[in-house]
């Protein structure tokens, strides 16, 4: 009960946005944008963006830290066209 009153949401039993508190917990522990912190190495990770024009083929890489991600759900047609149960790993595959 004091953690949940310690927090800017309220949290006094109405729906609240969980991406949002679980981005504030974690900011409470140590800041995941920061290389070696406790969060960054437990819940950051890198995304890796690279951007090639068709013209030149110049490309262009751009490098991102985050701590969420948040993964598309499937629906039942995309669903059966991967083929078997909805896991975790299906829906980092659909998001990648």
């Given at each position: 009960a004091a953690l949940a009153m310690s927090t800017?949401?309220?949290?006094?039993g109405q729906q609240q946005d969980a991406t949002e508190l679980a981005q504030w917990l974690l900011d409470q522990v140590g800041d995941v944008a920061v290389d070696g912190s406790i969060t960054q190495r437990c819940f950051g990770g890198k995304f890796r963006t690279t951007v090639v024009c068709s013209g030149c083929g110049h490309?262009?890489?751009?490098?991102?830290?985050?701590?969420?991600?948040?993964?598309?759900?499937?629906?039942?047609?995309?669903?059966?066209?991967?083929?078997?149960?909805?896991?975790?790993?299906?829906?980092?595959?659909?998001f990648f």
């Open positions: 800017p949401f309220g949290l006094t490309a262009q890489e751009k490098v991102e830290s985050f701590s969420d991600l948040c993964l598309p759900m499937l629906d039942a047609r995309s669903e059966g066209e991967m083929g078997g149960a909805l896991s975790v790993a299906r829906l980092l595959r659909a």
